[in-house]
């Protein structure tokens, strides 16, 4: 029921004018945005207070359907999103006991993804922002991922962000929620591609990550000796990463790079292959740490769950290197509400036009500095 406050105002006391102050003022800065997101292969929605009070985080995992093809098979993402986001949609607003009139604000992820993906949760978001008349942000899904250390943790800007995911391997340099000048970026595969392909030749299973860094533990990393790619040291791209070398490795000449006395287990090779592929991602963030003398890394994306990656940073005790909890790192709906928030409390909105993009090419360059990286 809606109060008239005109008709009340001239009763309340001094005392009650404070508290009706507050509690307006209060209201007023409260604002909870409901999330989606569905630009690979999970449907995924939260609500989330103030970008960081999750309420709830529902991910529906398409996982099952593409595991038989040992990867994600864009017709069957898109179809299954399209089946699930009102479903998912309800259980979020279930699960936080709200209906979508205690919702202020939609967002959805509009890029990069699977264009068929992104299509669905977008276009569900606006419409469902238009429907019942709230307003609508549109979330660039990497600042999503490394929002998601955000949503626990209060994180003083600049830092280093180190974004590793399926598609992305980004180091940053971020000077606030949307602003992130790119220091270096893969040259060819994302680190997170190397891992799924490495599991699909050997047969492990898919997703590969979650797999080889579970195999890894038995195996021993010294086994193979795999090549650290070795761009240039000095040059455009000192902090750039490459990883189709260690995939080919890995996948075609193992042999040649097994050590004596070892054998050629999976798990030899599991251990092996993330062990060489962690290294490159430090190296080239210990070498960004040196130069910007940034000593705070956030990380973000599905590979910053892996194991000897959060072990490898936390062996650099004069750096604070925050990773989301486990459940955060993948993609979910929390992480895309808490950047809308943000981009709300500045007073941006998306328009009803805006659209669904599959690339961001500069995340394929060195040195691009991308002033319109969080522009929608
Ligand atoms: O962020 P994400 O869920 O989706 C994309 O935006 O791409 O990342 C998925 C990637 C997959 O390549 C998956 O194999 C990898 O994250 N991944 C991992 C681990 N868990 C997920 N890679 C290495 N170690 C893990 N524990
Ligand atoms: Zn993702």
Not at 72 to 96: C, G, M, N
Not at 212 to 236: M, S, W
Request: proline share 4%; aromatic share 8%.
């Amino acid at each position: 029921m809606e109060m008239d406050e005109t008709q009340h105002s001239s009763h309340i006391d001094a005392p009650g004018l404070v508290f009706s102050f507050f509690l307006k003022y209060a209201m007023l800065l409260t604002m909870k945005v409901l999330g989606i997101e569905s630009s690979c292969d999970e449907t995924a929605c939260a609500i989330v207070e103030d970008g960081k009070k999750i309420y709830s985080n529902v991910v529906a995992t398409q996982i099952p359907f593409h595991q038989i093809y040992k990867g994600v098979v864009p017709e069957i993402a898109s179809r299954k999103h399209a089946e699930w986001i009102l479903p998912v949609v309800r259980q979020a607003l279930a699960e936080a006991n709200m209906t979508m009139d205690d919702v202020d604000a939609v967002a959805a992820t509009n890029r990069p993804g699977l264009m068929g993906s992104l299509l669905v949760g977008l276009t569900f978001g606006k419409t469902l922002a238009w429907a019942t008349g709230k307003p609508f942000i549109a979330v660039n899904h990497m600042l999503g991922h490394l929002y998601a250390a955000h949503l626990q943790n209060d994180i003083p800007y600049p830092y280093l962000g180190l974004l590793v995911s399926g598609g992305h391997s980004i180091i940053a340099k971020v000077n606030g929620f949307d602003d992130l000048e790119i220091l270096g970026t893969t040259m060819d595969d994302s680190v997170g591609e190397a891992f799924d392909k490495v599991a699909k030749y050997y047969g492990l299973g898919y997703p590969g990550g979650v797999i080889i860094d579970k195999l890894a533990h038995e195996g021993d990393p010294k086994a193979f000796t795999f090549p650290v790619p070795k761009l240039d040291k000095r040059g455009e791209h000192r902090y750039d990463v490459s990883f189709s070398g260690l995939k080919t490795a890995v996948i075609h000449q193992a042999d040649q790079f097994l050590n004596k006395g070892y054998e050629n287990t999976k798990e030899n090779i599991c251990a092996s292959f993330q062990e060489t592929a962690c290294r490159t991602l430090t190296s080239r963030l210990f070498r960004a740490i040196d130069d910007t003398g940034l000593k705070t890394v956030v990380a973000g994306g599905g590979v910053a769950a892996n194991s000897r990656l959060r072990a490898l940073l936390a062996e650099r005790t004069d750096i604070q290197c925050i990773f989301p909890p486990l459940k955060l790192c993948g993609d979910n709906g929390a992480m895309i509400a808490g950047v809308a928030y943000h981009f709300l409390a500045r007073g941006d909105r998306s328009g009803w036009n805006t659209s669904a993009c599959a690339r961001i090419p500069q995340f394929k360059r060195g040195l691009a500095n991308l002033e319109a990286f969080g522009r929608r």
